[in-house]
């Protein structure tokens, strides 16, 4: 191979390594606030003359949508929740329109390339979002959702989150293409959510404060979730601190159990009331809100004078179980909501969550029991369903190469224990290598060590070890058993940043990728504070083909 290695100092002759770079913590926090407001196509007079004309025959709504590709529901969600006098005030989606009417924009995306935005729309009225729009405007490039655009006409848009009391901001923006998904068969993209990522607003309208009641669902992949505090959708502190007891009312999803928590192991359904977590009226087990972790998971809280609720279930079928309705827990009565929204945070900014987002609304009212069962039925006939990528070579055992895409680097492949110790770099590999270089170039392709729904690399030479990152660098490791490892060894093959073959999201930081730079491998940000993070020839450094086995 033809490397230029003139650039590397402080390297022993023949060594291409560059410098190790021991402190390099998340990075990424570049992306800036986008503060334009959507062009609301749909009006709010459009939306009363809507309310004013949908009617509650429950067999229509049942009925509505999934036949239709082009979605055009009679009643959608927030149809739905209008008919039965609870409207939203805020409804929030990346893959589709909540109103039949609505043909506003459902989201904005920025690209790394030229700081350019763009919106992206229905398909057509009331439908499934155009995805194409964000495929072809962040062709070779890195983008970011600046923007959840809210549908009711209340204007609540989610923006990057500010600084909070508990952690600094603004928070990291999520990689617009993380999430990829089906819905009605289109594919569509949901807002993946990683440690330091967030959404807010501030300054909101309509939304219920102080005692006044609500409902709350969102649509989450219930396989994506971790311990941290606190992924949540919902009411907030205006300020960005925690303002104590009673001040927030939002979904809670995943395993944080140093306040409430349910049976089994979680994920749990919760409610975040601020300094809490509730699974129900006691602090800590409440057995009846059980672990729920369907791959599409619709989550509720409804909120009222001393008494709320939790609802969950599968959001490709069935109904919703009611896993708690009752009594606020002591010191949540009355309730001083403040009527910020949140996504993928805590009150306060807390923001070590991870989670994923498809759908959520808010409403006025607290919704009854035959409107939330119609909001399942609507949501269950989208058939939200995963995404595969073309010609999906990523199947649990098969043995893979992996060969860079960058064209000075055709001929080399990733490799494990190279160019030295347990690094992973790249070694251009021929058919009369050796044995030893040929099953270090073959990766076994294993279910992701922290999500099935991604992938491990483990190598093919023996040992057992897998690739995982360590201070953003790529090395070959045995398994050690922790839920470090496994995050730090779970990639998820994406269509590739290049416009073909493939590329592979860091679970843990989904705002980058694996790459090679100066022939070592890291996971990288299109621009960022690492060498490596360099824009140049990042979207092609983080492209692979996938090549038959060398071993
Ligand atoms: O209630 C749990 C969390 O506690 C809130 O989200 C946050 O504001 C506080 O740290
Ligand atoms: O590679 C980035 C981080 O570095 C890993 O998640 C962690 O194991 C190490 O601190």
């Not at 928070?171 to 999430?179: C, K, S, T, V, W």
């Not at 919902?234 to 999803?253: P, R, V, W």
């Not at 729904?453 to 995982?468: H, L, M, Q």
């Not at 779970?490 to 930081?509: D, E, I, Q, W």
Request: aromatic share 10%.
């Amino acid at each position: 191979m033809a490397a230029d290695l003139g650039t590397v100092t402080g390297a022993s002759p023949g060594d291409r390594r560059p410098p190790r770079v021991t402190t390099s913590f998340p990075n990424g926090r570049s992306d800036s606030t986008m503060t334009a407001r959507p062009r609301l196509r749909h009006t709010r007079r459009g939306l009363l003359a809507l309310a004013a004309t949908v009617t509650l025959a429950l067999g229509g709504l049942l009925a509505s949508g999934a036949s239709s590709p082009s979605r055009a529901a009679t009643q959608e969600p927030c149809d739905i929740y209008a008919a039965a006098s609870t409207p939203c005030v805020a409804a929030h989606s990346t893959t589709r329109a909540l109103y039949a009417a609505y043909d506003g924009p459902l989201y904005q995306v920025k690209r790394a390339s030229d700081g350019a935005t763009t919106n992206v729309y229905p398909l057509s009225t009331g439908g499934y979002a155009n995805s194409a729009t964000q495929d072809s405007f962040c062709a070779n490039t890195y983008c970011s959702i600046t923007e959840i655009y809210d549908q009711s006409g209340n204007g609540n848009n989610l923006t990057d989150a500010p600084a909070g009391g508990a952690a600094g901001g603004p928070d990291i923006l999520a990689n617009a293409a993380a999430a990829p998904t089906t819905a009605g068969g289109h594919k569509v993209y949901g807002v993946f959510i990683s440690p330091g990522m967030g959404y807010r607003d501030d300054s909101t309208k309509n939304i219920a404060t102080g005692n006044a009641s609500e409902g709350e669902y969102a649509v989450l992949d219930g396989t994506h979730y971790d311990n941290g505090c606190c992924f949540d959708y919902g009411n907030a502190e205006t300020n960005n601190d925690d303002d104590g007891a009673g001040a927030m009312e939002a979904i809670y999803f995943g395993t944080e159990n140093a306040w409430g928590y349910g049976s089994g192991n979680g994920p749990w359904i919760m409610a975040d009331m601020e300094n809490g977590l509730f699974s129900g009226s006691a602090v800590h087990l409440n057995s009846g809100d059980p672990t729920t972790s369907y791959r599409f998971t619709t989550a509720m809280i409804e909120g009222g004078a001393n008494q709320w609720a939790i609802l969950g279930g599968n959001a490709d079928s069935g109904s919703l179980a009611t896993d708690y309705s009752g009594v606020r827990p002591s010191g949540y009565n009355p309730m001083k909501k403040q009527g910020a929204i949140i996504l993928g945070i805590g009150g306060d900014n807390s923001d070590s969550s991870a989670g994923t987002f498809y759908e959520g609304v808010m409403t006025s009212g607290y919704p009854s029991a035959t409107t939330e069962a119609a909001v399942q039925a609507n949501i269950v006939s989208v058939g939200y369903a995963n995404y595969t990528l073309p010609s999906n070579p990523f199947t649990s055992g098969k043995e893979i190469s992996l060969q860079a895409t960058t064209p000075c680097c055709t001929s080399d492949y990733i490799t494990g224990n190279y160019p030295s110790g347990d690094e992973v770099g790249l070694d251009a590999v021929t058919s009369s290598s050796s044995t030893t270089v040929k099953k270090d170039a073959t990766w076994i392709v294993e279910p992701g060590l922290a999500n099935s729904n991604c992938v491990s690399f483990k190598s093919a030479n023996g040992s057992g070890d897998y690739i995982r990152h360590y201070n953003f660098e790529l090395y070959l490791e045995p398994n050690d058993g922790t839920g470090q490892f496994a995050l730090d060894a779970t990639f998820c093959p994406r269509a590739g940043n290049s416009g073909s073959n493939y590329s592979f999201m860091s679970y843990n930081y989904s705002y980058k990728y694996i790459r090679h730079y100066n022939y070592i491998g890291y996971v990288a940000s299109d621009g960022g504070s690492n060498t490596w993070d360099a824009s140049s020839l990042w979207y092609e450094d983080t492209t692979w083909a996938v090549a038959t086995a060398w071993s």
